[in-house]
């Protein structure tokens, strides 16, 4: 694969743009301007040259393949291979345990009083095949009556809901049959009440024209009644215009007089005013004079006090002293208020510690006390012990530690086991050895012999007792190595979870320099941007679509083009004529103005040239597409100097060379 990689680098290096131009300017015989060579075997070949680029790539991707493959492959063999030698090891441990609960039970089999019971060991299976074939037969019987219960109880269950089910059904019709019962007799009384209120109000109404008879008969004579009769609304629309106009003229005759009636008093308080105006004038004309001989003897005064300074000075001054001492008083009584405050915590952290100390010095007693009384009882009880506690042994033995006081207690069980078990096996020995006395010959062995023997049975029966005991205590040690070892598999799983997990999110969106990430960001913007574009495109080029670049599943901002006359085929932006970048520019162009549209209001579109490089026809498809968006409410702006454009814009910033360098600039 890296040799693969190499030549493919070589390979496109060779093929690069700048390259493909330094080749087009290579004669033959003359020096090549890179290497210095006279020959140049590639200045010709750019098709075999291209063909062997796409073969170079094609046996890249094949390598690549192959590693991932082959990578792939050697995980899961090393997963497959650490999880038999697991398996393996858990097999043997399993094989261990079960040889030594074998033999357990082989033991247990033997001490139990049942074993007299079963038949010979030849006859077991079938013995133990009978009995299981019993117990199964029982436990299917069992089965059976359960499966009939549970049906029995579920045909009892679906029974209750289709009564409940009825029930609920009949409720609701009797309340559906008191609703409309209950309806039917409301709107009886309805329909009464609006008799009766029809009966009223016809009464009403000829009480109403009886009394409005004379004087509408004096206003409109004695027909009135039949022409409201025979018109409702146009005659009662008519005696409310006259009523309006009757109001609006009265309304206007009030305001007359309230007018009239407030510029007389308005008059009557200006002269007044103006008698009152006279009177003050002559009061303050006097006390301008007065005001300006205080004024004079003032300013005297005040050159005589403030040495001549101005008065703004004076204040400044005079402010700034007060600002100064009203600091220091504030700064002074802040740390007045702050001692005060520590002192005062001071204070009650002393009586707090004093309070502590008092407690302490009674608990100290307290318990002094009652250590003392402790050891004296222990001493009179602890009178045949070789060691008696003193203050200081005790005091010793009070720092050992938590985790020697477990041991301790786990080493006196089992020495208490042990002392246990030896004392049942000594009594069994001792029933064993007065039952084989009593049933010794007389003319036996000597005692000497039997005892020898005997001590020989007990050493191997101690040594094997000490065997089963270090086995015990493998096992557990094992056993609780096995939950440590599950544990840890447990945590080992989860954190494998969780660094598949950043793995994962560091392959997609990971590197040091955040380019991925931002690469993986821009994807996403890239894709809209060209939804946008390409629903733009549909009209100026339905012929193109616009796609993003991907290569291998590796993300890429690089855009292609379908052309869609050719089945789908895939070309290069390169490949299109000036005409159609132009139309696909303008396409992505608008595609970011629709873009940028979703959180700012793009107004205003201006294009620059471009437009020279179209025939007439995709011409016209262009300006039908800004004609569509200047429709839209967005000012589409157009520099160019095609003479065909000026037919379909309606209007127009000429610039006209107005002679001596300048120009004119006209709107049309």
């Keep these: 694969m890296a040799q693969a990689e190499r030549s493919l680098s070589a390979a496109e290096l060779a093929c690069a743009a700048g390259v493909e131009q330094l080749r087009a300017n290579l004669a033959d015989d003359d020096p090549c301007p890179v290497c210095g060579a006279l020959d140049h075997p590639y200045a010709h070949q750019d098709a075999t040259l291209k063909a062997m680029l796409a073969g170079l790539r094609a046996e890249v991707a094949a390598c690549r393949a192959q590693v991932r493959d082959?990578?792939?492959?050697?995980?899961?063999?090393?997963?497959?291979?650490?999880?038999?030698?697991?398996?393996?090891?858990?097999?043997?441990?399993?094989?261990?345990?079960?040889?030594?609960?074998?033999?357990?039970?082989?033991?247990?089999?033997?001490?139990?009083?049942?074993a007299s019971e079963a038949p010979a060991e030849t006859e077991r299976d079938a013995w133990f095949g009978a009995q299981g074939d019993s117990l199964r037969?029982?436990?299917?019987?069992?089965?059976?009556?359960?499966?009939?219960?549970?049906?029995?109880?579920?045909?009892?269950?679906?029974?209750?809901?289709?009564?409940?089910?009825?029930?609920?059904?009949?409720?609701?019709?009797?309340?559906?049959?008191?609703?409309?019962?209950?309806?039917?007799?409301?709107?009886?009384?309805?329909?009464?009440?609006?008799s009766a209120r029809q009966d009223a109000a016809g009464a009403q109404l000829d009480l109403l024209l009886a009394d409005l008879d004379p004087a509408m008969a004096a206003a409109h004579g004695d027909g009135w009644q039949a022409a409201w009769r025979r018109d409702p609304g146009g005659w009662s629309q008519a005696r409310?215009?006259?009523?309006?106009?009757?109001?609006?003229?009265?309304?206007?005759?009030?305001?007359?007089?309230?007018?009239?009636?407030?510029?007389?008093?308005?008059?009557?308080?200006?002269?007044?005013?103006?008698?009152?105006?006279?009177?003050?004038?002559?009061?303050?004309?006097?006390e301008f004079e007065r005001l300006d001989g205080e004024l004079a003897a003032r300013r005297t005064l005040r050159a005589g006090l403030w040495q001549g300074r101005a008065a703004a000075d004076v204040e400044r001054e005079l402010t700034a002293a007060v600002a100064g001492a009203r600091a220091q008083v504030a700064a002074r009584q802040q740390a007045a208020n702050e001692a005060a405050q520590a002192e005062t915590r001071a204070r009650t952290a002393l009586?707090?510690?004093?309070?502590?100390?008092?407690?302490?010095?009674q608990a100290g007693a307290a318990a002094s006390t009652a250590l003392a009384d402790w050891l004296d009882d222990y001493r009179r009880h602890a009178d045949g012990l070789d060691e008696i506690v003193d203050t200081g042994e005790l005091a010793r033995l009070l720092q050992v530690g938590v985790a020697w006081l477990a041991q301790e207690r786990s080493a006196l069980a089992a020495i208490e086991t042990q002392v246990g078990n030896a004392s049942a096996i000594l009594n069994e020995r001792r029933a064993q050895r007065a039952a084989h006395q009593a049933s010794s010959p007389p003319d036996g062995q000597p005692f000497e012999a039997l005892k020898t023997a005997f001590d020989a049975l007990v050493g191997e029966r101690q040594a094997a007792i000490e065997t089963a005991t270090a086995l015990r205590?493998?096992?557990?040690?094992?056993?609780?190595?096995?939950?440590?070892?599950?544990?840890?598999?447990?945590?080992?799983?989860?954190?494998q979870a969780e660094e598949q997990r950043w793995g994962k999110l560091s392959e997609l969106i990971g590197s040091s320099d955040g380019k991925r990430f931002r690469n993986y960001a821009q994807q996403?913007?890239?894709?809209?941007?060209?939804?946008?574009?390409?629903?733009?495109?549909?009209?100026?080029?339905?012929?193109?679509?616009?796609?993003?670049?991907?290569?291998?599943?590796?993300?890429?901002?690089?855009?292609?083009?379908?052309?869609?006359?050719?089945?789908?085929e895939i070309r290069s932006?390169?490949?299109?004529?000036?005409?159609?970048?132009?139309?696909?520019?303008?396409?992505?162009?608008?595609?970011?103005?629709?873009?940028?549209?979703?959180r700012v209001r793009v107004e205003s579109l201006f294009i620059d040239e471009g437009f020279?490089?179209?025939?007439?026809?995709?011409?016209?498809?262009?300006?039908?597409?800004?004609?569509?968006?200047?429709?839209?409410?967005?000012?589409?702006?157009?520099?160019?100097?095609?003479?065909?454009?000026?037919?379909?814009?309606?209007?127009?910033?000429?610039?006209?060379?107005?002679?001596?360098?300048?120009?004119?600039?006209v709107v049309e």
């Design 612 to 665: 020279g490089s179209l025939d007439s026809e995709t011409l016209g498809v262009a300006m039908d597409a800004l004609d569509a968006l200047q429709s839209q409410g967005r000012k589409v702006g157009v520099i160019s100097h095609v003479q065909e454009m000026t037919e379909r814009i309606a209007t127009k910033v000429l610039v006209r060379p107005a002679g001596g360098g300048s120009s004119a600039v």
């Design 240 to 286: 409310a215009l006259e009523a309006a106009q009757w109001r609006e003229q009265t309304e206007i005759q009030a305001r007359a007089a309230a007018s009239i009636a407030t510029l007389e008093v308005e008059a009557n308080a200006m002269q007044a005013r103006v008698a009152g105006i006279d009177d003050t004038g002559a009061k303050l004309a006097a």
């Design 70 to 114: 082959n990578g792939a492959l050697q995980a899961t063999h090393h997963a497959a291979l650490a999880a038999a030698g697991e398996r393996l090891a858990a097999l043997a441990r399993e094989r261990g345990a079960a040889e030594a609960r074998g033999a357990d039970l082989a033991r247990a089999w033997d001490a139990d009083p049942l």
């Design 137 to 194: 037969a029982a436990f299917d019987a069992l089965a059976q009556r359960e499966q009939a219960w549970r049906s029995a109880a579920a045909a009892r269950d679906a029974a209750q809901r289709d009564v409940d089910g009825a029930q609920s059904v009949l409720a609701g019709l009797r309340k559906s049959a008191d609703a409309e019962r209950e309806a039917a007799i409301g709107l009886r009384n309805e329909l009464k009440t609006a």
């Design 473 to 495: 205590l493998r096992a557990l040690q094992d056993d609780e190595r096995r939950k440590q070892a599950e544990s840890s598999l447990a945590g080992i799983e989860r954190q």
């Design 573 to 598: 932006v390169n490949s299109l004529s000036g005409g159609e970048s132009f139309l696909v520019s303008l396409a992505l162009a608008l595609g970011l103005a629709s873009l940028s549209s979703n």
């Design 351 to 361: 009586a707090q510690l004093l309070d502590r100390i008092t407690e302490l010095d």
């Design 524 to 568: 996403f913007t890239l894709d809209v941007l060209l939804g946008y574009a390409n629903a733009h495109l549909k009209q100026l080029a339905r012929r193109y679509r616009l796609d993003r670049l991907g290569y291998q599943g590796m993300p890429s901002l690089a855009l292609i083009v379908r052309d869609q006359d050719m089945g789908g």
